[in-house]
């Protein structure tokens, strides 16, 4: 049995529907989810952002690649992606053959008889165990170390070496070509510890169809759903941009409209108080009582009168955003707040702690004219969000160059050199045959649309990842089986503008 957030995303997703729509959703009909043609469109666009298992960069990559859209296809998907079969180089292997399977070479019969599925590319654990058994005439019980050892259940390991020796000597009593019985244990032998079996991948597809029907046809609700569970491969701010691309209108966390985690109303999403930095529990338990029993805050006042919150914990929640709904500026209300605790304070050793008083003293304050900029909230924001709902992070350049082209245009410069502005979405490092560290990116662009990247030893010990942020990106666009890869020569970390509260 697996433990993991997906079966969570699509289990509340239904609920958040229900609630909000008030349709409800068989969604393990999973015959007329298969035959959705939305969700054959969303599959095979690669648009899969927080779906279970097919949302990272390299899956939605291959996604592309097969022009993916139909389930028996996403299953073998789910298990080329494998790093077996894509150290052993059958992945791009299987995608040229999937498209020409008339062009197929089957490099000895028994593979054109056993794998005729797979196009002759062992992709499961069952091929494998089709390829020593029927190739190279082991013994099920000798397959079954293989099997072993392909799902990390390293039980059989110290018998690999007299397996591998009987592999090679009983093809040859079976008379089979050397060659092919080299390079067929050669991919069998990167399978060890990372190969799923063909059920494994079955079962996968009908949760990821399931996600993909919730976000082709329910967007915003699964949006919120995927942000409830977390765990997800991407930062929560990439799935409220994700929101935001479907329509919905994303709020900051808020006192009056917010619940302990992010909810929605019709189009507007409101993001959870839980997503707070430094606000406690208690006072979320708090807020929320309140609330209920008392109805909404009507001001500043009103509710550090009802809650009896701390000015600290009162500050957070206006510095991050949550006392919006007073239409009063943050610097107007810190110093609200800074005076009505002086007062409560002065009033503690003097007389009984009269409410009322503390209201009318608020209410005859000269307030200060405050200058306000726009940028100050983006630095709040990423203080207490680690994300920024007020400005785009493109708004914070210094400069305002973008690149040369968009990201949606570059197949139209295959073999050109292009300059691109990106917002860094991830990196994964991997090591070349040499034992260098190369990279690949994602990023997104000005216009919200990803690219990918490819950065190469060289390149990238001279031009490093500093993380997140925005990037000027140069180099040359590649392709792949219709997919787009823009192979960095430059790359430099673009600075933003200060925060003005600190500046002169």
């Not at 409220?240 to 006192?255: D, I, Y």
């Not at 490819?454 to 792949?480: A, D, M, R, W």
Request: charged share 25%; proline share 4%.
């Amino acid at each position: 049995m697996l433990s993991q957030r997906g079966i969570g995303h699509i289990g509340e997703a239904v609920e958040i529907i229900k609630q909000n729509t008030g349709r409800v959703l068989d969604i393990h009909n999973i015959p007329a989810i298969k035959q959705d043609l939305k969700v054959a469109q969303q599959l095979k666009s690669g648009d899969s952002i927080g779906c279970f298992y097919i949302e990272s960069p390299a899956m939605r990559g291959i996604l592309k690649k097969l022009q993916c859209s139909d389930y028996i296809t996403l299953v073998a998907a789910s298990s080329i992606i494998r790093p077996g079969v894509g150290s052993s180089g059958m992945m791009d292997e299987y995608i040229r053959r999937f498209h020409k399977p008339e062009d197929v070479h089957y490099a000895h019969p028994v593979l054109k008889e056993q794998l005729s599925e797979t196009f002759g590319v062992m992709i499961y654990q069952e091929d494998v165990l089709k390829v020593a058994h029927h190739y190279a005439g082991l013994d099920l019980a000798e397959a079954d170390v293989l099997r072993r050892l392909m799902s990390g259940k390293n039980r059989g390991a110290h018998h690999l070496k007299d397996i591998e020796n009987k592999f090679f000597s009983k093809s040859k009593e079976l008379g089979r070509p050397e060659e092919v019985t080299n390079e067929l244990w050669r991919q069998i032998s990167s399978f060890a510890g990372y190969s799923f079996s063909k059920a494994h991948s079955a079962s996968y597809a009908v949760e990821s169809y399931q996600s993909l029907y919730l976000k082709a046809c329910y967007p915003n609700e699964f949006m919120v759903a995927v942000l409830n569970n977390e765990g997800g491969f991407y930062s929560r701010w990439l799935y409220v941009a994700e929101a935001r691309k479907s329509g919905a209108r994303v709020h900051l966390p808020c006192v009056n409209n917010s619940q302990l985690l992010t909810c929605i109303k019709g189009m507007d999403i409101y993001l959870g108080l839980n997503m707070i930095q430094k606000l406690e529990s208690k006072v979320i338990d708090l807020l929320l009582t309140n609330r209920q029993e008392q109805g909404q805050y009507e001001s500043l006042d009103d509710l550090v009168e009802r809650t009896g919150l701390s000015l600290e914990q009162v500050v957070i929640l206006i510095r991050s955003g949550a006392m919006k709904f007073t239409g009063k500026n943050k610097k107007t209300l810190m110093w609200l707040a800074n005076v009505l605790f002086e007062k409560r304070n002065r009033l503690k050793n003097k007389v009984q702690h009269d409410r009322p008083l503390l209201r009318q003293a608020s209410k005859e304050i000269s307030i200060p004219a405050f200058p306000v900029f726009d940028e100050e909230d983006f630095f709040d924001e990423m203080e207490f969000l680690h994300f920024s709902v007020s400005l785009s992070p493109f708004h914070m350049l210094k400069t305002s160059y973008r690149g040369d082209v968009e990201a949606r245009e570059l197949m139209r410069y295959i073999g050109q050199t292009v300059k691109l502005v990106g917002l860094y979405v991830t990196m994964k490092p991997t090591r070349t045959k040499k034992g260098e560290t190369m990279a690949f990116g994602t990023f997104l662009d000005a216009q919200g649309s990803f690219f990918d990247t490819v950065h190469f030893p060289n390149c990238l010990k001279q031009y490093p990842f500093e993380k997140s942020g925005l990037y000027l990106i140069l180099g040359k666009v590649t392709e792949s089986f219709g997919f787009p890869t823009i192979t960095v020569e430059k790359m430099a970390k673009l600075p933003i503008r200060p925060d003005p509260r600190f500046t002169d």
